[in-house]
């Protein structure tokens, strides 16, 4: 008997890796509809038994945001006080640079945190919250919309998103079960979790453990399956990978050195990367100037957020520093007829691919790299010319680094400026001497085989249609 499944996407990353992933394509008795807020040129190349339906138009009022933020603030001092990590409020959302509206609103948000901080309070909070949005006329149409089509099941892409709520709420009142994804390694401990679902995949063991940790009123049974990400999907795939010719030729880079990549954070935890840019490029001077291996920077600053830090460091060093603009520029550089994937991800797997090894600080794209055989290397020292509101110590307390426990040696640490240049001198030791422990800390994050992702969530997704 056929079944049929909607897909809710409400971001053009989860979308792009979830058709890496081969995700879309269905076993024969399933049906799928794509129900999405994205724009993305693979729309155009789902398979023709997959439907698409935009989402009705959002209209979540103020009040709305106000209990989102309430909530997820209460829920971070709530777990400061239960999970015995005290570090989870270091996640809280701040109004950053902003108007004094809104940073009077997050201050009421502060104070008013400390007196939801209990279980009773937080599902207090979530119920009126739940309760708001089914008055928006986002909801309604929702409503009226599964009613009409009447699906076996519910797959939601993504926990956090506004957008996914009320549809996902939706399905529930009318008794649809509902698949969510747990969307990155580190989303668990936020407090940010948007919805409820009947059932969770998650990208690991650790997720699971973390799941009943955090969320042990929604574990039932065995409604947490262990699926691996699509995020990673695109990295088994020959056909991501930009031609190397090409991919040099592009971005300007020399063929005769190594290439270190230097991955930018979000600006607001990253208010000091270009100082830190800066001294690898400086690191990379010396180290060329007296040995045969030489060395070149290339800089992948975060797509989202670009760091303006950045640009006058990238003038001084250009001799030494090249950026990997992460889109890819096809009026000058066609790529070959046969490449017919999104190319930004395919940017993203070269720029890794073609790196001996990357830096950063506090960079999940560590994980990246090391799942591309890569060694990985944090900046863990402070600048006495840094940002007055940059805590280097604060970034590395963030309650997802406790994955390291276990597999401490798995990302290199720089404690000082001048392991830099100790470290291009030693690259090769370095590279193989912790090889086994950043592999098997990569394999405790996201489940591998890699490329089993989507056969694993079809099977759980099979077992419960059945």
């Keep these: 008997m056929r079944k049929k499944i909607i897909s809710i996407f409400v971001g053009y990353q989860s979308f792009e890796n979830h058709y890496a992933s081969d995700f879309f394509e269905t076993p024969e008795n399933i049906d799928m509809l794509v129900w999405h807020n994205v724009k993305s040129s693979a729309l155009e190349k789902l398979p023709k038994n997959i439907d698409t339906q935009q989402l009705p138009e959002f209209d979540y009022k103020g009040k709305t945001d106000f209990l989102r933020y309430l909530k997820a603030k209460a829920t971070l001092l709530y777990n400061d006080k239960t999970q015995g990590i005290p570090n989870h409020y270091l996640y809280r959302v701040s109004p950053g640079k902003s108007t004094f509206k809104k940073k009077l609103k997050f ?14 309070a937080i599902q207090k909070l979530e119920d009126i919250f739940f309760d708001v949005t089914r008055k928006s006329n986002y909801y ?21 998103s506004s957008l996914s709520l009320a549809p996902v709420l939706a399905a529930r009142d009318l008794g649809i079960p509902v698949v969510s994804f747990i969307h990155s390694w580190d989303n668990l401990p936020k407090g940010n979790k948007m919805l409820k679902a009947d059932h969770y995949f998650v990208w690991s063991d650790y997720m699971k453990e973390e799941m009943e940790a955090y969320y042990p009123h929604e574990v039932i049974g065995n409604n947490i399956t262990v699926t691996g990400t699509p995020q990673f999907a695109c990295y088994t795939k020959d056909e991501y990978l930009i031609p190397k010719e090409l991919f040099y030729k592009a971005y300007n880079l020399p063929t005769d050195k190594k290439l270190l990549c230097f991955s930018g954070n979000f600006t607001s935890i990253g208010m000091d990367d270009p100082l830190y840019l800066r001294d690898l490029a400086e690191a990379v001077k010396r180290h060329n100037l007296t040995n045969t291996e030489q060395y070149h920077v290339i800089l992948r600053a975060n797509p989202a957020d670009y760091n303006q830090g950045f640009v006058p460091i990238l003038e001084k060093y250009k001799d030494v520093i090249t950026e990997v603009i992460p889109t890819w520029n096809h009026d000058e550089f066609s790529l070959p007829e046969t490449y017919t994937v999104n190319s930004n991800l395919g940017v993203l797997y070269s720029t890794l691919f073609y790196s001996s090894a990357i ?17 990985a290397f944090y900046c863990y020292y402070k600048h006495a010319d840094g940002h007055k509101d940059f805590d280097i110590d604060r970034l590395y307390h963030f309650v997802h680094f406790k994955t390291f426990t276990k597999h401490e040696k798995a990302v290199y640490m720089l404690r000082k400026q001048e392991e830099f240049v100790e470290i291009l001198q030693d690259f090769d030791t ?28 079809y099977n759980a997704f099979q077992n419960l249609l059945s």
Excluded at 142 to 158: A, E, F, G, R, V
Excluded at 431 to 448: G, M, T, V
Aim: charged share 20%; aromatic share 8%; with cysteine.
């Design 107 to 120: 201050g009421l948000i502060n104070f008013l945190g400390t007196f939801y901080a209990s279980k009773k």
């Design 430 to 457: 370095l590279e193989q001497q912790n090889r086994k422990e950043r592999l098997a800390w990569a394999k405790s994050i996201a489940k591998h085989p890699l490329n089993e992702v989507r056969d694993r969530m």
């Design 359 to 375: 830096f950063n600080i506090g960079s999940t794209m560590a994980l990246d790299a090391i799942l591309l055989g890569k060694p």
């Design 140 to 160: 309604q149409e929702c409503l009226q919309y599964l009613k009409s089509n009447t699906p076996d099941l519910i797959y939601c892409s993504h926990q956090v």
